[in-house]
């Protein structure tokens, strides 16, 4: 079956059938970024919230020059959180350094915990020093997939000074932070990272033990290299 051109695909975005409006937002995932983003646009203001959001997705993908403004935007002014949170993840995806000042900022003024914690994962994805300061405050949240997040993106950006401030969640009630952990310290070869991961190797669930197991696994290469 031959992929449907162009001028189909922006036909359909058109439609009124909101799933006809899907699968062609979706048939645009093998064409070239150029091309899609203008296709992409038409749908940025779907009264279909699902719409909106794969809308979204697909500018983190499809990078154009277009693509890092229009994301920003989203960010900082759409009332919608959902949306908002989607446009902090897509940022992160684009890889763009320029991303990173104003994810820290929505991050400090949203008051939603999701777009909190999507500009958090974002950051991580990003790789980026400066986000550390931002880090470490949200370890000191009062919800725990800000841990979650805030823990992953440390290590994502090879903090090794955040060491110490991580290993406290190492008896954490929630498995998923104390599984973070150990795959965050895989990436943050030290002393003091080892012993916790040989701690959490002996981890009562399985993900987190195993996830300890790997990390150990990646330090111990990477100190073979040195």
Do not use: C
Not at 10 to 35: F, I, K, Q
Not at 192 to 213: G, Q
Request: glycine share 4%; aromatic share 4%; no cysteine.
């Amino acid at each position: 079956m031959a992929a449907p051109s162009l001028q189909e695909i922006s036909t359909r975005l058109e439609s009124s059938n909101s799933g006809d409006r899907m699968v062609a937002l979706a048939s645009l995932r093998n064409v070239p970024a150029e091309d899609a983003v203008p296709l992409i646009k038409k749908v940025l203001d779907d009264e279909s919230l699902q719409i909106r959001s794969m809308a979204i997705f697909a500018l983190g993908i499809k990078q154009t020059e277009e693509s890092y403004p229009i994301l920003v935007r989203i960010l900082e002014t759409d009332p919608d959180y959902g949306i908002r949170a989607d446009a902090a993840g897509a940022l992160g995806y684009l890889e763009d350094a320029r991303a990173v000042e104003p994810l820290m900022r929505i991050f400090y003024e949203d008051t939603d915990w999701l777009v909190r914690f999507s500009a958090a994962v974002a950051l991580g994805n990003l790789k980026d020093l400066r986000a550390r300061e931002i880090l470490i405050q949200a370890l000191d949240s009062e919800e725990v997939v800000l841990h979650q997040a805030a823990i992953a993106a440390l290590g994502e950006i090879k903090d090794i000074e955040s060491v110490d401030k991580i290993l406290r969640f190492a008896q954490s009630d929630d498995w998923l932070v104390r599984q973070r952990l150990a795959e965050a310290l895989g990436h943050l070869p030290s002393p003091k990272s080892v012993s916790a991961l040989k701690y959490l190797e002996k981890d009562n669930h399985k993900h987190v033990a195993e996830a300890a197991r790997i990390s150990l696994k990646r330090l111990e290469e990477a100190g073979n290299q040195a």
